[in-house]
């Protein structure tokens, strides 16, 4: 039979939509089209896929092939269709059988020896096709990457002839079975390393149980960047879909997803030279940017206001959201995109206003200009706003990392905060809808007019309101308190330091 169909899947975002090849021989003088939207690198398999048929020793067949990439109007990448497109030529030329190509789904760019490479976004595919029923078929490199998603069969595949010779029966591939895919989850630095900034700890503690943002605010050297750091060791840990979600991400970005960091929240640090593109995500074929990238993890920006002011207005919709769209002419990509934004700035261009030292020179108006890159929209996005002082020399030399508590300790508190959270609303506190809010963050009326005199005094927005709730119910959370108390309320307005300073001063 001249026509052969074999299954595969693109990519369009963090999807693994189908793509069926169809391959169909007729005569005419030998050629071979590629049609289906098909970009430079899939249309150059068909050089690829005839030096590995004829090294591999089999025919190419003298005809004219046409091969068909369905649906038409969906663009078609890389180089993860020449096994597809390989395995449908030899069906169709019949050397080898049909019958057996419809139970796979084949991915894998050809060497001209007819070894199998590696190829990107495999996570998201196996999961697709662990919905449809098929056997999953990869190259050997990526074999422990598919096998992450339970209930689905996964062959690893080295070389060409091998999965020839599965199809035709005379030699069988064995399902991979992965053997412990979450490995031990370790971390190298520990709270109990810093010195004093029991606040900043205590801040750092409530914004992990509720999965928090926040803003740390001091002069250069306060320990602002080794507490951002220590944050993942105290998270709690990711659950089976946050962890497959996370990796499905990091699967189909640039840089590929590792084996090792399967289950670790990320921790995503750009630098302030970033551009909007290398933060939200982009290119000509989308990829995800960093904020995707620290999906279920953090997200730190040190020296805030360094960065350019349009790239850091492009935050405060996912921070709100959770996800990020990025639209180009032909066509559209959603990126999921929920992380805990962690930021540090300092105080003033020089970074020691208030300092004891008197060393701060800048003048008010170059104050103003400097605290002016953060717009008013986003910090009323963050929910946490503190002050790291500087650290006494009395206090850095009297205490000792013994004496201070280890990250263990702390996220054992934390878990027990987060698991109140989900047995209660079924996610964490920072993201309670409004109607969640009232119900769940319900208060005193004797604390409610306390809240409302800050909110009528700091002039807050309803965002901020909702938002001082919901630090204040995770602050309960982690007292075991039922109800919100005034002590959790008066913690909770505290933390929105920036809100209580005149701008620009």
Same mark, same amino acid.
């Given at each position: ?110 060497? +001209? ?13 196996? +999961? ?47 399902? $991979?079975? +992965? ?32 999965? $928090? ?81 620290? $999906? ?152 409610? $007019? ?56």
């Amino acid at each position: 039979m001249p026509l052969a169909t074999t299954f595969s899947r693109g990519e369009s975002g963090i999807d693994a939509p189908e793509v069926i090849i169809e391959v169909h021989l007729s005569n005419g003088l030998p050629a071979l089209n590629i049609v289906g939207l098909a970009e430079t690198a899939v249309k150059e398999s068909k050089d690829r896929v005839r030096g590995a048929l004829l090294n591999s020793h089999f025919e190419f067949p003298m005809r004219r092939i046409t091969i068909n990439l369905a649906p038409a109007d969906l663009p078609k990448e890389g180089g993860r269709f020449d096994l597809p497109i390989a395995l449908g030529i030899l069906a169709a030329s019949g050397q080898i059988p049909i019958e057996p190509l419809t139970r796979y789904e084949l991915y894998g760019e050809l060497a +001209l020896s007819g070894e199998l490479r590696p190829v990107r976004g495999i996570l998201p595919a196996a +999961l697709r096709a662990r919905a449809s029923g098929r056997t999953l078929v990869v190259p050997k490199e990526n074999v422990k990457e598919a096998a992450l998603v339970k209930g689905l069969e996964v062959l690893g595949v080295e070389h060409l002839l091998e999965i020839c010779a599965h199809c035709t029966g005379n030699a069988s591939l064995t399902p $991979h079975q +992965l053997q412990h895919p979450r490995p031990p989850v370790t971390f190298v630095e520990d709270l109990a390393e810093i010195r004093g900034q029991h606040l900043a700890k205590r801040a750092l503690e409530v914004a992990a149980a509720g999965g $928090h943002s926040l803003l740390m605010s001091g002069p250069p050297g306060t320990g602002k960047t080794m507490l951002a750091k220590r944050l993942p060791g105290i998270l709690p840990p990711m659950t089976e879909q946050e962890a497959q979600e996370t990796a499905a991400i990091h699967s189909i970005s640039d840089s590929g997803f590792k084996m090792e960091n399967w289950g670790q929240r990320p921790f995503r640090a750009p630098h302030h030279t970033a551009s909007a593109a290398a933060l939200v995500g982009g290119g000509s074929q989308p990829r995800p940017g960093e904020i995707s990238l620290a $999906h279920n993890g953090v997200l730190f920006l040190d020296e805030l206001p360094e960065f350019d002011r349009r790239v850091l207005e492009v935050l405060r919709e996912p921070i709100e959201s959770g996800q990020i769209t990025i639209s180009r002419a032909a066509r559209q990509a959603e990126f999921p995109a929920r992380f805990q934004l962690i930021a540090a700035m300092n105080p003033c261009p020089c970074g020691y206003l208030g300092h004891s030292s008197g060393r701060c020179r800048c003048t008010p108006d170059q104050i103003r200009r400097y605290r002016g890159k953060l717009s008013g929209p986003l910090l009323d996005r963050i929910d946490m706003h503190i002050e790291v002082p500087p650290l006494p020399l009395s206090q850095l030399n009297r205490e000792t990392p013994e004496k201070s508590e280890t990250s263990a300790r702390v996220r054992r508190r934390i878990e027990a905060a987060r698991q109140r959270q989900i047995e209660r609303s079924g996610v964490a506190n920072a993201r309670l809808g409004n109607r969640e809010v009232e119900k769940v963050c319900a208060l005193q009326p004797t604390d409610r $007019h306390v809240l409302e005199q800050a909110i009528e005094r700091l002039g807050l927005s309803a965002r901020a309101y909702h938002r001082i709730l919901k630090v204040a119910r995770t602050i309960a959370d982690l007292d075991g308190a039922e109800q919100i108390g005034t002590a959790h309320l008066s913690e909770a307005i505290n933390y929105r330091r920036l809100d209580r300073q005149t701008p620009g001063i």
